[in-house]
């Protein structure tokens, strides 16, 4: 409590808050020209009621100047003196000071502090701040590394460490630069040495020119580590440095995020502006710029501020002293006695001096280098040593956070009770039992708080100030804050987050398509068009395979009579009609009455079977699943094509006003997203909506394309059965719980998020609150809209027309073969040569005239002429007489048998 005592006693005192003292005036001596701290002290003394001030400097090394302008100091009637820096110098206004009984305030750093009772210095204690380092470079178990220093001072600053007992093995680097500021030979030695462990002590300025020239001698990867003990490290720009992959640790006084701190860097810059004449010109002071020096100087202030309310009423702040005489301040001793007793939270932490003035009771944040930046992972102080954050984090138990969250649907929302509810019970959803799981894991406790306007949080271009719930966890009015809040690179600037519980992306909630008419040749479509062209033309090719084999097959041609044994004709059944009559019979699973005879044309047939049978299964399998889909007529398929055809159909399409996918929207590269991110802004009043609520009843009223995350509109389409998700998501990202920067319990929690991620849990309360609880699952199996059946393509069905062209073909060379056969026992049998009996055959068979053929006879069965005339007229009449049993008439042959 006294802490926070003093804390609010500093913001109020910021705030120009009535003082007692505005009879008492202060003095600052300082070296050179430092604009900063003579900004910073005048507004801090004024802001703390000092009457009045005086600032003077003074070069190093003359003395004589340092006395002149202390006396005339002390002549004005200060009460106290700050200042200066240089040793020398230092010396001679503590003797002044010593001599006329006026504190002597210092803010520098002192390994051999003066032994003057009436010096004070707030800066942390030399032995101690050396000892802190040796403790820090000791816990990081080191076996070898280079310490770099600057001159006699840094080396006294690391000392401790050489005066330790463990076995190190150091190597020891000056860094005088030859003048040169060129470090790079010195830095160019050490890569060469193989030592990657190193300790940096020195000043600011030139750290920045060190670390810049070790990056371009090759000395920042991730196998070099780095130790630097400058406590305004954070002050330099480490962005470059960023993604090096080195381990780079230091130390800090000044927390960046306290609120203490902002208020000095606005003070800053508010003294800035008043001093130049073009106030637009001056840039607002970053709290991490603020350098230690600068910060003492304002404790130093307030702790004389607090000792001299504690004097009497009456002349407290009169002195009425000079240099020539030997009176002193009266107050002096008690003024003095009073700063040592007293002890407040100021800027650089706890501002505690012992009985001899000296600060040896403070805090170090040790802070590392990631890619977020500079963060604190453990602090240190002479009573506890070196504390992990992660240490300290482990134990939540009966801690109390208050939780902020809106009443976004299903993430937060009011319990339907017919009782009236207190406390958390008043709400319930998602949000509200991820909050509730997290709880049981580590054991804390939690109140939830509503932001009204369900406002996420954005940040003001103008101000540089978050509102919404970003805005209320940087201000400390909740240390959570927990919804549909989307991780972005901009809010992490700002807070830190969890692991993210939910993963999701931009996408499009829509209107479903309508049906579309049926097609009048629907029956056509499961194949392709390609399909239907090699179709037929397999059963043209086939068909008249048949008849051509038919008509070269021996077997085909068969005795019309077969009681008789010695036929005078032959006839062939495989006519070009019956042929396509054929094919087309087995392709319409009908069959025909002819039945092949040969061995080819059978192989043909079977061939031609199996083809039917693959693709008349295929026909029918694809045929049941268009009849069983219906196909839909969608405006657009993706981001791309809704920018297409907007204008066209009059359809728009927004988003939820300051909200993550607007400015992802905004920052996006994308020409089509930048677009899209104009077309809002002109249309703002018409397009963009203040809730997802009311982009979800916009999208199902009117031609609305509502652009939201992918979880959120998984939930709104379990609820409103005529919406659907249009493509697919345009990002990745996640939810994530916010909490304020460098927040020591982000670890833990993140944590237990994971936990509950791996047991299921938070795919539980998904499923829960998505498709079970206020509605959900309604549209479940409503979906009309599925995959569209597609017609099948021939690399679906190639394959039996490969199998129908090598049968067939199989089919042809055995036809051959059979007729060869055929030919060569005819040859033997009437004594004639192969090659005139080929002749003979071929002639006949490519005439392709008639179906009958003449039998050759034997030598010496030859007939008269009578006898062969009524054998031919009896043949007439029978063939006449004979059974149409193939659809046609034979034509006889009239011709002499062959010799």
């Excluded at 042809?812 to 055929?822: D, G, N, S, W, Y």
């Excluded at 034997?858 to 002429?865: A, E, I, R, V």
Aim: charged residues 25%.
């Amino acid at each position: 409590m006294r802490i926070i005592l003093y804390l609010l006693l500093s913001l109020l005192d910021f705030l120009q808050a009535e003082s007692t003292i505005g009879d008492c005036s202060v003095a600052l001596l300082y070296d050179g020209d430092d604009p900063t701290k003579e900004s910073v002290f005048a507004g801090a003394a004024e802001d703390l009621g000092f009457g009045s001030h005086y600032i003077d400097s003074v070069q190093a090394f003359r003395s004589y100047d340092a006395l002149d302008k202390t006396c005339r100091m002390v002549e004005n009637g200060v009460v106290a003196v700050f200042g200066p820096r240089s040793e020398e110098n230092a010396h001679i206004v503590e003797s002044v000071c010593l001599n006329k009984d006026i504190p002597h305030i210092e803010t520098r750093w002192n390994y051999d502090p003066s032994k003057s009772t009436n010096t004070l210095n707030v800066h942390p204690h030399g032995p101690t701040l050396a000892r802190a380092f040796a403790d820090l470079v000791e816990s990081a178990n080191w076996d070898t590394f280079t310490l770099f220093f600057e001159d006699n001072d840094s080396l006294t600053r690391i000392s401790e460490i050489l005066k330790r007992d463990r076995e190190f093995s150091i190597a020891i680097k000056q860094l005088d630069g030859n003048g040169t500021a060129n470090y790079r030979p010195l830095l160019k030695e050490v890569l060469k040495s193989g030592h990657n462990h190193f300790v940096i002590d020195c000043h600011i300025d030139r750290l920045t020119i060190v670390l810049q020239q070790a990056q371009q001698v090759g000395l920042m990867t991730s196998d070099y580590h780095y130790f630097i003990t400058n406590l305004d490290l954070q002050t330099i720009d480490m962005e470059p440095y960023k993604y090096s992959g080195s381990n780079i640790s230091g130390v800090r006084m000044i927390d960046p995020d306290a609120i203490i701190t902002e208020s000095l860097a606005t003070l800053i810059t508010s003294r800035q502006s008043n001093t130049e004449e073009d106030s637009s010109n001056v840039e607002d002071i970053a709290p991490e710029s603020i350098r230690l020096e600068t910060a003492l100087i304002v404790d130093g202030l307030q702790l004389l501020q607090l000792a001299l309310e504690e004097l009497p009423d009456m002349n407290r702040c009169v002195t009425d002293v000079t240099c020539s005489s030997l009176k002193g301040w009266t107050h002096g001793s008690t003024a003095i006695n009073n700063m040592k007793m007293t002890s407040f939270e100021g800027i650089t932490g706890l501002i505690k001096l012992d009985a001899e003035g000296h600060r040896k009771d403070f805090t170090l944040d040790v802070i590392n280098l990631n890619e977020d930046g500079l963060f604190k992972v453990a602090a240190w102080n002479i009573s506890h040593g070196i504390r992990s954050l992660r240490e300290k984090e482990q134990n939540l138990r009966n801690m109390t956070f208050t939780v902020i969250t809106a009443l976004t649907e299903p993430y937060g929302m009011h319990t339907d009770s017919e009782t009236s509810l207190t406390g958390n019970a008043r709400y319930e959803g998602f949000a509200i039992d991820l909050i509730h799981e997290l709880s049981k894991i580590e054991k804390f406790n939690y109140t939830f708080i509503i932001r009204e306007d369900k406002s996420n949080g954005s940040k003001n271009e103008t101000t540089g100030k978050w509102d919404g719930m970003i805005g209320d966890v940087i201000d400390g009015t909740a240390d959570l804050a927990i919804t549909d809040l989307t991780i972005t690179s901009e809010r992490e600037t700002a807070v830190d987050f969890t692991t993210p519980f939910l993963n999701l992306g931009i996408s499009i909630l829509y209107q479903k398509p309508k049906k579309s008419p049926p097609n009048f040749f629907s029956f056509a479509e499961p194949f392709a068009l390609e399909v239907w062209v090699w179709l037929g033309g397999a059963y043209f090719i086939v068909s008249i395979s048949l008849f051509i084999m038919g008509r070269l097959c021996p077997s085909e041609w068969t005795n019309p009579y077969p009681c008789v044994d010695e036929p005078e004709f032959l006839i062939n059944q495989f006519s070009l009609r019956n042929a396509f009559w054929f094919t087309i019979g087995s392709l319409m699973q009908q069959g025909t009455e002819i039945a092949p005879i040969a061995f080819a044309t059978r192989m043909t047939a079977g061939i031609w079977w199996f083809f039917t049978l693959i693709m008349v299964s295929s026909y029918t399998a694809n045929l049941a699943a268009f009849l069983a889909t219906e196909n839909t007529e969608s405006a657009f398929n993706d981001v791309y094509s809704l920018l297409k055809v907007y204008a066209k159909e009059n359809i728009k399409f927004g988003a939820k006003n300051k909200g993550a996918t607007m400015n992802f929207f905004r920052d996006s590269k994308n020409e089509d997203f930048l677009t899209i991110y104009n077309y809002m802004k002109e249309n703002e009043q018409s397009v963009m909506v203040d809730s997802n609520q009311a982009g979800v009843k916009k999208a199902e009223d009117e031609k609305y394309a509502f652009f939201m995350e992918s979880v959120s509109i998984e939930y709104e389409i379990q609820r409103h059965c005529s919406l659907k998700m249009v493509g697919e998501t345009l990002d990745e990202k996640g939810y994530g719980i916010a909490m304020r920067k460098n927040f020591a319990h982000r670890h833990i929690l993140s944590t237990a998020v994971l936990k509950l991620l791996e047991n299921g849990k938070i795919a539980e309360l998904k499923r829960k609150w998505w498709e079970e609880k206020k509605g959900g699952g309604q549209c479940m199996g409503q979906d009309t809209e599925s995959q569209d059946a597609k017609p099948l393509s021939l690399k679906n069905v190639g394959g039996v027309f490969w199998v129908t062209v090598g049968g067939t073909a199989c089919a042809i060379v055995l036809v051959f073969l059979e007729m060869c056969l055929h030919i060569v026992k005819e040859a033997i049998k009437h004594k004639a040569s192969f090659t005139a009996e080929l002749k003979e055959e071929l002639k006949f068979y490519l005439t392709f005239k008639g179906l009958v053929k003449p039998v050759r006879l034997k030598k010496g069965d030859s007939k008269s002429p009578a006898e062969s005339d009524k054998s031919e007229k009896s043949e007439e009449q029978e063939m006449q007489e004979m059974p149409n049993s193939y659809g046609f008439l034979p034509e006889i042959l009239n011709k002499p048998p062959l010799d």
